[in-house]
């Protein structure tokens, strides 16, 4: 199952698992919870466990005050998403229903005695009445507001101004490479995005093993955090193909293919036919070593634990890259763990089961205590991968893919947005968050599935969706510019491409390389509601209410399209 979920085999903390035993010991010895939140590719938290849960005293004062209880953020998202203190390591101390008396990041053994002090008093004196309950979980619901296409200028302005003009990307520090951002500006300010991507791809890249590192820390692109994870890699897969189908230039697509053969090589999990999840940074100099020295280095431990929603991400960026290059490899290994995910993780989308539709979180053959609870992130991501997929490689995947948006909106939505998942569990996971990446994630989804099948019922459920936040819509930052693509794409289209012929054809693959990511392509479209009438062999571009003739070659689709735009 590859490395552990960093439970600190270093320290001698006698760490619990998340439960509600742990809360319930907690209470009835009197005493916090200290909860510390960690992942395995973190590498602050194995330093974490080395030097300060490694000290006996402390690890004595932890054990005989505490209810010590560790958590991989990856494997318990909604605990994470809960509790975060603004990266990982957090250390956050808590009240036995859960409230949260204070927390901090990584704590070296001197800030940790000091902490430990400070809350063992704050405790003695105040008890659970010292606890607080997060903002975002005692909150009202979003403001709602109107679509307009303020919404997407507002957003084109958001990346100007943070725009960094001397380094590329967007912000000050930390930098992330942010591909929503970057393929949202593709479409919009082509000479501010390329040059982020450029500044991505010379900063972010591993030039020696292919992927992409995480963040850096500096403005500068400087201080590299030399951890790749799965989710993020595949996202920039997608993000290069697209910036490969505006340019056609190999500057963008040699990052995409070298990604993928990381993708397909290191992160392969054999034994499940399906993606890992993460890669530890391993030794920080050896990143600096020429490729001889390198090569004799030992290789960053990989987490084989196979989870659902990067996987999605990764095989939506394969299946994006094949559409435009015809990779035999891209397209491969996606159909492998495209299996693997409407098999083994994905409820029978046929039947009356009451898991139909429903994404499990982890595949269960690489991690224990995996549950079919639905996280609104891994149907969403699911929900993507596979309207993808229906769209460049086999429309029967539509079958799982109604079987997954049905499931989300029966067990999610609640007053026009969905939540974060079920409203049980220990701590505050009876508190639902109605997280924003993840409504927009589901939303465009919705409305790339409403295309694909006909049924409007899931256009209007994306509008609902995008409707219910759109009163902060103001204060949106550029980490979640794709709520603006998918505004633009609702009220303005999106481009529809339907082809009424088999996918792989002369004529669907050209619809998949016209120059915009932002279209939908519909192969076999005859079988579509509303495209019945449309010939074999031939093709129509519609964009709003604007529709071209019908084309029967790719030299006609590309007029059709420029017709449509014009």
């Known amino acids: 199952?590859?490395?552990?979920?960093?439970?600190?085999?270093?320290?001698?903390?006698?760490?619990?698992?998340?439960?509600?035993?742990?809360?319930?010991?907690?209470?009835?010895?009197?005493?916090?919870?200290?909860?510390?939140?960690?992942?395995?590719?973190?590498?602050?938290?194995?330093?974490?466990?080395?030097?300060?849960?490694?000290?006996?005293?402390i690890a004595a004062n932890v054990n005989d005050s505490f209810v010590p209880v560790r958590v991989d953020v990856d494997r318990r998202p909604r605990v994470r998403d809960r509790y975060n203190m603004g990266g990982f390591p957090s250390t956050v101390f808590l009240a036995p229903d859960g409230s949260v008396l204070t927390g901090a990041g990584y704590l070296g053994p001197d800030g940790m005695r000091q902490v430990l002090d400070s809350v063992r008093t704050m405790w003695?004196?105040?008890?659970?009445?010292?606890?607080?309950?997060?903002?975002?979980?005692?909150e009202d619901n979003p403001p709602a507001g109107a679509l307009t296409g303020d919404i997407e200028s507002a957003m084109l302005g958001q990346l100007t101004e943070t725009y960094d003009e001397t380094a590329g990307g967007w912000g000050d520090n930390p930098k992330f490479p942010l591909p929503d951002a970057l393929e949202f500006s593709l479409k919009r300010d082509r000479e501010m995005a390329l040059r982020s991507f450029d500044a991505v791809s010379a900063n972010l890249f591993d030039e020696y093993d292919g992927g992409f590192y995480r963040f850096a820390t500096e403005r500068d692109w400087s201080g590299l955090q030399h951890e790749k994870l799965l989710?993020?890699?595949?996202?920039?897969?997608?993000?290069?193909?697209?910036?490969?189908?505006?340019?056609?230039?190999?500057?963008?697509?040699?990052?995409?293919?070298?990604?993928?053969?990381?993708?397909?090589?290191?992160?392969?999990?054999?034994?499940?036919?399906?993606?890992?999840?993460?890669?530890?940074?391993?030794?920080?100099?050896?990143?600096?070593?020429?490729?001889?020295?390198?090569?004799?280095?030992?290789?960053?431990?990989?987490?084989?634990?196979?989870?659902?929603?990067?996987?999605?991400?990764?095989?939506?960026?394969?299946?994006?890259y094949a559409a435009y290059t015809d990779d035999e490899r891209a397209r491969r290994y996606a159909e492998r763990a495209l299996a693997t995910l409407r098999t083994d993780l994905v409820g029978a989308a046929e039947g009356t089961d009451e898991d139909r539709g429903i994404v499990a979180h982890a595949h269960p053959e690489t991690v224990d205590g995996t549950t079919a609870a639905p996280l609104l992130a891994n149907?969403?991501?699911?929900?993507?991968?596979?309207?993808?997929?229906?769209?460049?490689?086999?429309?029967?995947?539509?079958?799982?893919?109604?079987?997954?948006?049905?499931?989300?909106?029966?067990?999610?939505?609640?007053?026009d947005s969905f939540v974060d998942g079920p409203a049980a569990g220990a701590g505050l996971l009876e508190r639902q968050l109605r997280p924003l990446d993840s409504n927009v994630a589901l939303a465009e989804a919705l409305l790339e599935l409403a295309v694909l099948t006909g049924e409007n019922e899931y256009r209007e459920f994306a509008r609902e969706t995008l409707e219910a936040f759109a009163g902060a819509s103001d204060r949106f930052g550029v980490q979640v510019a794709q709520y603006a693509?998918?505004?633009?794409?609702?009220?303005?289209?999106?481009?529809?491409?339907?082809?009424?012929?088999?996918?792989g054809s002369d004529l669907h693959r050209a619809a998949l390389r016209l120059a915009d990511h932002e279209k939908v392509v519909v192969p076999g479209a005859a079988a579509v509601d509303g495209y019945e009438s449309l010939p074999d062999g031939t093709a129509r571009v519609e964009l709003g209410e604007r529709e071209s003739a019908t084309a029967e070659t790719p030299t006609e689709l590309s007029e059709a399209v420029q017709s449509v735009l014009e």
């Open 231 to 320: 989710d993020s890699n595949g996202a920039l897969v997608r993000a290069f193909a697209n910036a490969y189908l505006h340019t056609g230039k190999d500057e963008y697509r040699t990052p995409a293919t070298r990604t993928i053969e990381f993708l397909t090589t290191t992160l392969w999990n054999d034994d499940v036919d399906a993606f890992a999840n993460s890669q530890a940074p391993g030794e920080t100099e050896a990143h600096g070593l020429d490729p001889t020295d390198r090569e004799a280095a030992d290789a960053p431990p990989v987490d084989e634990v196979v989870l659902a929603g990067p996987n999605a991400l990764a095989i939506e960026g394969l299946l994006t």
């Open 485 to 503: 693509t998918a505004v633009s794409r609702l009220l303005e289209g999106p481009l529809v491409i339907a082809v009424a012929d088999d996918v």
């Open 379 to 415: 149907q969403a991501r699911t929900l993507s991968a596979l309207t993808t997929a229906a769209s460049t490689l086999d429309p029967a995947v539509l079958s799982t893919a109604r079987a997954v948006a049905d499931a989300t909106i029966d067990r999610l939505h609640d007053d």
């Open 1 to 57: 199952m590859g490395i552990g979920m960093g439970s600190g085999d270093e320290t001698r903390v006698e760490w619990r698992e998340w439960g509600q035993d742990a809360f319930d010991e907690a209470a009835t010895a009197d005493r916090p919870v200290l909860l510390s939140l960690t992942a395995t590719w973190c590498d602050h938290c194995h330093e974490m466990d080395a030097q300060t849960y490694a000290e006996p005293r």
């Open 124 to 138: 003695d004196t105040k008890g659970s009445g010292a606890g607080r309950i997060p903002r975002p979980l005692r």
